[in-house]
């Protein structure tokens, strides 16, 4: 089939390389110019585990390609795939200013009938939303059918989430455009939903809310287990053994980060206040989750006397998590934010990432070794394997102070202790 992808971001991309790798024929559609240019040249513009090998295979094949030519784009592809961001807006709802865009472009280029799929995370009622846009933008009254295909893959494995779903959800009232999408996901080996649009809008919000609860509820409870001097890891292993509870999502720490999570959870608070019922676990999960980077942070200003002034820290870890060059809403910023502020002097690390803020109170450098090297405590912020694979031994000596406080509960508490350093990881009894 031919497709359109429009929005050549971290979800537009990996579509559109899924695709291609499925034997679809792609055009991926961005007004980044310059974005267009590089993945034409098969220069990937961000950082995800084995995605360029696959960029560069298809762009050899000319199984993909890449344009800024909107007219050109919507014209000779008859399924549009709508990839472009959804910002989250000051009151926490979703912007969806660029869907729109897309939608009227859509519009006032469609030559023939076509199918539009929306694969961004809208709000409920975006799929009708988008069907007006593109009604009132058309030139002639052409048919086509709106469909909400919500994606679910996660940054860091991006490739291997889209490739293998769990489940491919497929929103629309057309037979003809349900048809067509069956096709398109005729290689995958996973059940498919079919639904209305609007419960496929909803699948998506819920799912992502459901998974930050599962983590706002391990993070509360280890606060409760960390006074009780009980293993976090133990109760969360003991309680999603039961097929009921499962096991994932449940790894206590500095609370969930990201460009996901905390943006679709605000937004879909935003639409049970706006239709006036409320969902007030989901507030606490929010509640939860702004407080849990400073929990295990109080605990190192505690270890040093209470005062963080003249202190020198070691931050491994900047990205919101292992895999990823992304630090939206990372923990390791809140943290190094507030370390700042207490006019602690921040050393900082990560493989990937290269510190962008200005502040004189933090450096980054370039080995784990250097940054940890004369600090007063070291926290680890991003759970990279890098970090999970450290010398201990070889550290100890360079340390100030041999504090070592574990924000991801990935350090070996038993060996680091018999190395001299004083461990803290969050309710890792
Ligand atoms: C998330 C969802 O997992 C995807 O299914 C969804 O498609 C995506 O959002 C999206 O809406 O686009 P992502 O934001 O890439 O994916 O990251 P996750 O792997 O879900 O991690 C989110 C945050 O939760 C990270 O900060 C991670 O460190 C944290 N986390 C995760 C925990 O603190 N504990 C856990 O047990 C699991």
């Known amino acids: 089939m031919k497709l359109l992808i429009v929005g050549t971001g971290y979800v537009g991309t990996t579509t559109g390389l899924v695709f291609a790798e499925m034997g679809h024929q792609v055009t991926g559609l961005d007004v980044d110019t310059q974005k267009i240019q590089s993945l034409q040249a098969g220069n990937l513009h961000f950082y995800e585990p084995g995605l360029d090998e696959l960029l560069r295979k298809h762009v050899k094949n000319e199984t993909i390609t890449f344009t800024d030519n909107i007219k050109k784009a919507i014209e000779m592809n008859d399924v549009i795939f709508i990839c472009v961001g959804t910002p989250k ?37 975006t799929a009708e939303l988008v069907t007006e846009w593109i009604k009132t933008s058309q030139l002639q009254s052409v048919p086509f059918a709106v469909v909400s295909n919500p994606e679910f893959l996660r940054e860091g494995s991006a490739l291997a989430d889209a490739l293998k779903p769990d489940r491919i959800v497929i929103g629309s009232t057309s037979d003809t455009a349900r048809r067509i999408m069956r096709e398109l996901y005729d290689n995958f080996q996973c059940p498919i939903i079919e639904t209305n649009p609007k419960a496929s809008e909803m699948i998506k919000y819920a799912a992502n809310s459901f998974l930050a609860l599962k983590i706002s509820f391990i993070n509360e409870l280890a606060r409760l287990c960390d006074k009780l001097e009980i293993n976090i890891n133990d109760v969360a292993q003991g309680m999603g ?71 020198t820290i070691a931050v491994l870890g900047l990205a919101f998590k292992a895999n990823t060059d992304d630090t939206r809403e990372s923990a390791s910023i809140k943290i190094i934010e507030a370390l700042i502020n207490e006019q602690a002097n921040v050393k900082v690390h990560d493989p990937v990432v290269k510190w962008s803020g200005s502040s004189a109170g933090c450096h980054q450098f370039k080995t784990v070794a250097d940054t940890v090297s004369g600090t007063d405590a070291v926290m680890i912020c991003t759970d990279w394997d890098e970090y999970r694979e450290l010398d201990w031994s070889k550290l100890k000596p360079l340390v100030k102070q041999p504090y070592l406080f574990d924000g991801r509960n990935m350090v070996d508490k038993e060996h680091v202790a018999k190395m001299g350093f004083y461990y803290t990881g969050v309710a890792n009894h």
Do not use: W
Not at 93 to 111: E, F, T
Not at 299 to 309: F, H, R, Y
């Open 89 to 125: 807006e000051e009151n926490g709802s979703a912007d969806l200013s660029y869907v729109k865009n897309v939608a009227q472009d859509i519009g006032r280029y469609m030559n023939r009938s076509k199918v539009i799929v929306t694969k961004s995370t809208v709000p409920v009622g």
């Open 241 to 311: 053994l039961d097929h009921r509870i499962g096991p994932h999502f449940f790894r206590a720490g500095l609370g969930y980060g990201g460009s996901c999570f905390p943006k679709d959870v605000n937004a879909l608070l935003h639409t049970a206040e706006a239709t006036g019922s409320p969902l007030t676990i989901l507030e606490s999960v929010v509640q939860v989750n702004t407080e849990q980077p400073l929990y295990l942070l109080n605990k190192l200003k505690q270890a040093l006397g209470g005062n963080l002034q003249e202190k």
